[in-house]
């Protein structure tokens, strides 16, 4: 939403956009982006640039959580809309609120067998829906998932086990640029420093931050932080007639469109306060995986921080946790809740893993044929 928001923005108010799509950004120096297309390796250099990276869902580790056919809702729903789920996928298990529930109810509608795990039954989910009330326990598999398991002992067969959980917002690219980022519960977690025009705070002018990226919210609200950060781009050009009332505009419109304390908790960050800090916590048990790429598991990470890991860094040279293909987007949000709740130090206060290109898994030649034209920027 982030990104459409702020290309409708850039469509009315310049009339002009380039679309680059499946075009993976791997780096930026300045207002100079690495990136590859079609196989090659390219750079871009703007005299502004906004990142709307947006948010993704990530699931809380549990017993078999990394098997294959377990995935987010939202990873689901694009599925669904690819036309790869259906009644010969096999039955699936949902688990989670209202958008699990939706989710059950369009997979219930093209004929896949279902079962929604609930603490109640959504509204707006019809009774057709099978649905329990129950809490997920863990998963089991060959590796791929077979059955979704319960808290109270009942197994459930599945071939696709789909769970709802939380957004939080993708900020390496916003790090690597070397924006400050502070913990905010109430925007999703970590996010980058902003000022009132959506501008990075960092040693680059000019670099913009929009939607989901700057703090998870609705989507109406994604979409018009693109058009406020398309608006403050474009004024900063000097090429936005009106630019001070048009940005002014675009406030009111995020401000109405955000939920209510997430409006408060933006506003508070972009004039400088300081969130309450939070200490968090995530028990898994000692066997419990943390890290699928190289199936690092609480108990290991236990016996880093016994042995004197302090951070997630710490944690990465002792065991691999973070090494893999994934660079901590998949379980970086767990060992951060992890680590704060086993120190007892809000989770704010923790060093994030370190940031470093590539960011995005690329090509060797892609990599190779850019280091050797365009050689890396300092």
């Not at 669904?80 to 209202?98: E, L, T």
């Not at 048009?246 to 506003?267: D, G, V």
Request: proline share 9%; hydrophobic share 45%; charged share 20%.
């Amino acid at each position: 939403p982030g990104a459409r928001g702020l290309a409708e923005g850039l469509m009315r108010d310049l009339r002009a956009v380039e679309v680059w799509r499946s075009t993976a950004v791997w780096g930026i120096w300045g207002r100079t982006l690495a990136v590859v297309r079609e196989g090659r390796p390219h750079t871009v250099t703007a005299d502004a640039i906004i990142l709307a990276t947006g948010a993704v869902e990530v699931i809380t580790p549990f017993p078999g959580w990394s098997l294959d056919g377990i995935v987010t809702v939202e990873a689901a729903w694009e599925g669904v809309r690819a036309g790869k789920v259906g009644p010969s996928s096999g039955p699936a298990v949902v688990v989670g609120g209202p958008e699990a529930g939706t989710l059950a109810t369009r997979l219930f509608e093209r004929g896949t067998p279902v079962t929604l795990v609930a603490a109640e039954r959504p509204k707006g989910v019809p009774e057709t829906v099978p649905a329990i009330s129950g809490v997920l326990a863990a998963a089991k598999g060959d590796g791929a998932v077979r059955q979704a398991l319960l808290a109270d002992g009942a197994a459930h067969e599945c071939r696709m086990l789909c769970i709802e959980s939380p957004r939080i917002p993708l900020i390496d690219l916003a790090r690597l640029a070397g924006a400050p980022c502070v913990y905010h519960p109430l925007l999703g977690g970590f996010v980058p420093r902003y000022d009132r025009l959506m501008a990075l705070h960092g040693p680059t002018p000019a670099l913009f931050i929009a939607g989901d990226a700057g703090g998870v919210d609705t989507p109406r609200a994604a979409a018009e932080s693109g058009r406020l950060a398309a608006r403050s781009a474009l004024h900063m050009l000097k090429i936005l007639p009106d630019g001070e009332a048009r940005i002014e505009e675009s406030w009111r419109q995020l401000r109405a469109a955000s939920a209510p304390l997430r409006a408060r908790a933006r506003e508070s960050l972009v004039i400088g306060a300081m969130p309450d800090e939070v200490v968090e916590e995530w028990n898994g048990s000692p066997e419990t995986i943390v890290c699928p790429c190289n199936g690092v598991t609480v108990g290991d990470l236990r016996t880093a921080v016994d042995a004197g890991a302090r951070s997630p860094d710490d944690l990465k040279r002792v065991t691999r946790c973070g090494m893999g293909w994934c660079q901590w987007r998949r379980c970086g949000a767990a060992v951060m809740r992890w680590l704060s709740g086993t120190l007892a130090v809000p989770v704010g206060r923790l060093p994030l893993p370190r940031v470093r290109p590539p960011l995005r898994p690329i090509p060797v030649s892609a990599f190779a044929e850019f280091a050797e034209n365009a050689g890396l920027p300092g």
